[in-house]
Each structure stands twice: as C-alpha cells, then as structure tokens.
C-alpha cells in the first residue's frame, strides 16, 4: 500500500489534444479516491497515466517513495479493473484471478491458497472452472476484481467498474466494493461519471471538468460547499436549480434575492457565512436551490419571504418523496459551466423556453397535482450563491474558496 | 402501437430472394448445398477410381464402368507406386518443402503481426502498409531476379531455396490475416495483461495466441494447400533431387496419358494429404472465417 501523488500532471496528444492539465492530486495511503466528471474530461486518461498505459506529457506521477513516470505498468505494482472487465476469455475463472500471480513465479500452494480466499471472499468458488463466457454479468465484474484483489497491490485502478450492470446490481457491486476496499485497505483511485457512486463510495472526490481539476474534498463538502456552478450542478442528483435573481438591499439593511416575481429574504447567517454577497447587492447574481432544500409550503411553516409561487409544471411521486416541476419567470443561466453540464445530461441541443424550471423534492404527504398552483417553501439559510461572470462560489473577497 | 405498425407495414417489403429462401426453408438450401459438394466430388471420386483400376482398363474404358463390373479393382497401381523411386522420393520433398514452408511462416508472420498489431514504434504504420502493398506483388516478377540470386548462392536447386521462396512469398498475406485479427483482439485484454504484469512475450504466448486460435489454423491450411499444391515456383527452383509431386507428376505425362494408372495413383495421394490437414484444422477453419468476418 502507498500513497498515490500527482504533481503537474498533463496529457497532451500527439494531435494537440490537451486531456488532462496541470493536475495535482495527493491520494492518501489507503484513501478511496473517485474521480467524476462528465465524459470526456480527462478523468479516464488520469487514471491511465498512473496505471503506465498512457505516456505522460507534463509533470509526475509518485507511487509510494517512487516517481513511475517511466517505469512500465507490469512494474508499477497497481492492478486495474477495467470497464468491459477484459477477462481472458480463454482462461477459466480460477487462471484468470491467478494469472498475475503465475507471472511473478510464486509456489503454485501459495498461488492455490490465495485464489481460493479470495473466490470466497467474492462468492466465486462455485465457478472456479467456468470460462468467463459462461458467467453472468455481475459474475464476470467479481472476477474482475478478484484478478486485481488477489495480487495486494500497492493501488487499486478501477475505470468505472460498474457501469455495465444494471441498476439493482450495481448497488449491491457498490457496497460490496466499499466493503472490499475498507477491509484491505488499499489506496484505491475510482473512476466514474455516476456522482452517486462518487458520493457513496468516495473518502474524497475530485470533479474534472475538460481536464481541469474543479474541485476536490470530502463528498459532503463537495455538496455543500461547491466551489463553483460546475461541482454545485454536478454533485446531488437531481441536479441543484440554477436561476438568474437579483441582490437588493432594503432601507432597513435587510438583503433580498428576487426570483420572478418572489422575493427571498436572506437570513443574516447566510451573509455572515458569505461576506462577499453583500458586495453584489444590486447586481444580479446566480442563485442556487438545491430540490431538498425545497417543501410544500403547506406542510412547512413557511414565513413570508421564503416561499416562490407557481404552477405545477409536472409531479413525479417517488415514493419516499414528491418532484415537483414549476416554472418561474427568470433568466436561465448560461455560463460554459452550465452548457458542460447540459452537454452531460444530453439536454445541450433541447428547445430552451423563456423561463426557468425549478424542481422541488417535497415530502409525499404533499397534496400538489399537475396545473395546480404550488406555493415552494425555500430554506433560505441554504441557498447557494454564484458570480455570474465567473461561476464561481461567492464566499469571501480574498477567501479560501475565492 | 406505432411499433407494432411498422413491423406489419415492413414485412412485405424485405427482398424476393430473402423471401423464397423463408418459404422454400432450410430444406432446399441444404439440398443445394448437397449438389453443389457432389458436384465437387465427381472428379475426386473418378480419380480415386481410375488409381484402383489397371492400365488396360483405364485405356480400354471410362472409371464409370466400374458401376457394372466392380470386381476389376486392384491396389497394385499403389503399390507400383511405392515401388518407384521418383515419385516416392518427390512425394518425400513436398513434405520437406511443405511442412518447413507452412511452419516458417505462421511462425514468423505471428511474431510480425503481433509487433505492428500491438507493439507502438516510429513507422509502424508505414510497415504495415508496405507489407499489405507487397500482396500485390505477382510471384513471376520475382522469378528470374530470384533464380539469379540462388544461382550466386549456391540455393538454386534445393529444397531450402524453394522453401525460402515460398516463406517470402507466403509472409505478406500471412502477416496480413494475422495483423488484422490480433488487431481485433480488444485493447483491454492487452492491457490487462500488461497491468498484471505481463512482458510482450507472455502477452503474444499466454493471452494473444490462443484467442488466435482459428485466426492460426486457417493461415495454416492456406500456406499449406499452397505450397503442397504449388508447380510454378518448384518448376523454376527444385531440380530432379529435390522436386516436389507436382513436378515429378508432370514429368510423367506423355501424349494421349498412357501411365495414367501412374498419374492417377500419384495425383490422389498428393491431394489426401491436404484434405487430411484440412479435415484435422476444419473445426478452427470455420471459426476462424467468421471471426474475421464479424470482428
């Protein structure tokens, strides 16, 4: 086990394609690291470098006391989980987990011993002689795993290691990772575009945007204090509403934020929290409402100045809670990190209309229907707040997070 | 509802033929085939029955008449065969020429196709053109230059120059087929080895050769079926010593075929061999023909 560092770290293509800039990243000995971003943000490239199957451009790659930059992938001593899984399709599932340990020339009791703990571990002693054609989806992921679990590397690599199971199986993969990775304790770097899985599995994440590192921190961190309109629409799913709104200051020093025809009135922790704020009163900024900071006003006890009025737009009942679409009538925010998540979602190229849509998480005893008017309670000690020339998190003047 | 209309409204409109085929079903088309391999057959088992049949017979009548006087059949012809030296000694040098050339190739051109297929190297890419552009070359233009060369070599004449020959001529398909099949091989697999810590050599040994399998067999029975078969290149290169079956064959076609028991005992035996070879390969055969054709 070691630690994992990134000094610098850039990836240019022979083309000029630049994939990964200047990144710098320390992965603590037996940190659960994820990367996540959008496709195509340099994320799968990173990994690939510290895996060695990607030369490096720019900068250093550091594997415990040891710069690897040119040491080739068969001695970095990391193992790799791969997307497809890329089983030996000729090999059966007990040669395909002992393979690299047949490589390094180890007694063939060792190399016995070790395949079979680590099957059992993996539910995976039963098919010891089948090929991997013959296997399952989820089956195959286990090997997959067990292939990387059974030579104790210094690190695992795994490139989203679940994105080819269905859904019902790729909780249970996830936790069984989780599980797996706590127990050996081996730095793991964790690639995905599912922020799900980034929350749950990740001791820290690091979100990349077209290969800039955005952001890196603990997942709740990342989820309550987005460094910028990127992270914050990116982390939490569904993602958190973005709206144009405008920063008054009222005679009696009170600051309201106007979304359409609503006014919100900000409570004095949220500015004590962010002193930049009151700098931008009487300028429009770029509010950010997460859903489940949202309620029924009914079902709240909703004071005036902390609720938005609409028309319900569309309701989804989920079960455990309620979406409710509504429109309001305030500008969209388009920044290039708002088109980045667009792109991500598939939605860049949709019609755009001349409102905003809100969506609210309510609680399920809620009585909104679709067409009727839903008056949104807000909790306005959790708004978020962004420059909208910028996209940047609006903390401090010269603060931690400017 | 929309998608159940279109499969309606879509069903008339697929091809005539694809249509007789649905309709007649699979029994015509296995019927066809059946008539095709006799067709195929015909001449193979005509030779097969002149080489049991003695000259005066082979003179006097067609192989067909065996069907009402079936008792004229001998062995002796065969044995007559093993009996002369020549074409037992010729018969020997197609396996020396054929069995060398075969191996020399699949050999060489695996460790060549596995290079340009997965090893990264400046000009990679102009190697590999090149190598596809050398398909076009005919063998005959080769021929006197070559001939020169050996001659200067003291190979002219030999079984190592004819074998030479046809490794030379043999690698560019060879690398070809091979390249374009390691090729399709998914990177992942490569690189899981690498990760696991695999050096080229284990990769192309333990993990590339046999998902190559049939990619390998069917190279083998091309090269083989080739060179076994080959009169040109045997013709210009090998002398008496060291000539193969189809060159000591021809040297004993005289006008109106008198020796055709002779002929035709030495014709099946150099065809049974590499109907063997092929009948031992053919289960990879097929596979290796439709992997290529879907991968």
């Known amino acids: 086990m070691a630690e994992v560092v990134l000094s ?6 022979v083309d000029g394609t630049r994939a990964v800039a200047d990144l710098d990243l320390e992965i603590r000995d037996g940190e659960f690291l994820v990367l996540v971003g959008p496709s195509g943000c340099g994320k799968t490239t990173a990994l690939r470098m510290i895996a060695g199957l990607e030369s490096v451009s720019e900068g250093s790659i550091r594997i415990g006391p040891q710069v690897v ?6 001695d970095r001593d990391v193992a790799m989980v791969f997307q497809s899984y890329a089983l030996y399709p000729h090999l059966n599932v007990y040669d395909n987990i002992a393979f690299g340990l047949t490589l390094r020339k180890l007694p063939k009791k060792e190399i016995d011993r070790r395949v079979r703990e680590v099957a059992e571990v993996l539910e995976l002693h039963e098919h010891l002689e089948r090929k991997p054609r013959n296997l399952s989806g989820g089956q195959r992921q286990r090997v997959a795993m067990g292939r990387a679990i059974v030579r104790a590397p210094q690190a695992f690599l795994m490139d989203e290691p ?11 993969m996830r936790a069984q990772i989780a599980r797996i990775q706590r127990d050996l304790g081996v730095t793991t770097v964790y690639v995905t575009h599912d922020q799900t899985e980034a929350m749950t599995l ?10 800039v590192l955005q952001q890196v921190g603990p997942p709740q961190e ?5 460094v910028n309109l990127f992270v914050a629409g990116f982390i ?3 993602g958190m509403n973005l709206v144009t709104a405008r920063l008054d200051r009222d005679d009696d020093g009170h600051h309201w934020v106007t979304v359409g025809s609503d006014a919100l009135l900000l409570p004095e922790s949220v500015l004590l929290a962010r002193p930049a704020l009151a700098g931008y009163a009487g300028r429009d900024v770029v509010l950010g409402i997460r859903p489940e900071d949202m ?14 009025h609409s028309v319900a737009d569309l309701v989804e009942a989920m079960g455990s809670d309620v979406l409710v679409h509504f429109p309001v009538d305030a500008a969209p925010v388009v920044t290039d990190d708002t088109k980045a998540l667009a792109e991500d979602d598939g939605t860049a190229d949709l019609p755009k209309g001349s409102g905003v849509v809100l969506v609210g998480r309510f609680s399920p005893r809620t009585h909104i229907y679709e067409g009727q008017p839903v008056a949104a309670w807000v909790d306005t000690s959790r708004l978020h707040f962004f420059d909208p020339d910028t996209g940047l998190s609006v903390w401090t003047t010269s603060g931690e997070l400017e | 509802m929309t998608v159940v209309e279109v499969s309606v409204t879509g069903a008339p409109r697929r091809g005539v033929l694809s249509r007789v085929v649905s309709r007649l079903g699979n029994g015509v088309v296995q019927v066809g085939l059946a008539l095709v391999a006799l067709f195929w057959l015909v001449p193979v088992f005509g030779l097969l029955i002149a080489s049991l049949r003695d000259e005066a017979s082979n003179t006097a009548s067609g192989w067909w008449t065996i ?16 009996g002369n030296s020549t074409v037992l000694r010729s018969f020997l040098n197609t396996v020396y020429i054929a069995v060398p050339s075969t191996v020399l190739v699949v050999v060489i051109s695996a460790l060549a196709a596995y290079g340009l297929a997965w090893i990264e190297f400046p000009g990679r890419l102009w190697l590999t053109t090149l190598v596809v552009g050398l398909l076009v070359m005919p063998i005959q233009v080769a021929l006197i230059p070559v001939a020169k060369l050996f001659g200067s070599l003291g190979l002219f004449g030999t079984i190592t120059g004819v074998v030479l020959f046809h490794v030379a001529f043999g690698l560019p398909f060879a690398i070809f087929l091979l390249r374009n099949f390691f090729a399709g091989i998914p990177r992942d697999l490569v690189e899981a080895a690498r990760m696991d810590g695999a050096r080229e050599w284990v990769i192309f040994r333990r993990v590339v050769l046999p998902i190559a399998k049939p990619a390998i067999a069917s190279l083998t029975i091309f090269q083989f079926l080739w060179v076994w078969n080959d009169l040109l290149v045997a013709l210009v290169f090998a002398d008496q010593d060291s000539a193969p079956i189809t060159v000591a064959l021809r040297a004993q076609l005289r006008q109106f075929g008198t020796n055709i028991d002779l002929l035709s005992t030495g014709a099946f035996l150099s065809m049974i061999v590499p109907l063997a070879v092929f009948l031992a390969f053919q289960r990879y055969f097929v596979q290796g023909v439709l992997a290529g054709s879907t991968k």
């Open chain 1, 69 to 74: 930059n040119e040491v080739p992938s068969r």
């Open chain 2, 67 to 82: 069907f009402t006087a079936p008792t004229s059949l001998t062995l002796s012809n065969y044995a007559d065969l093993v």
């Open chain 1, 162 to 172: 679940l994105s080819n199971l269905d859904a019902k199986l790729r909780v249970q």
């Open chain 1, 202 to 211: 990740g001791d820290r994440v690091a979100v990349m945007k077209r290969g």
């Open chain 1, 236 to 238: 939490g799913s569904p």
């Open chain 1, 8 to 13: 610098g770290l850039g990836k240019v293509y």
């Open chain 1, 222 to 226: 990342l989820y309550d204090r987005p």
């Open chain 1, 295 to 308: 309620e029924d006003a009914a079902l709240a006890d909703a004071q005036e100045g902390s609720i938005l």
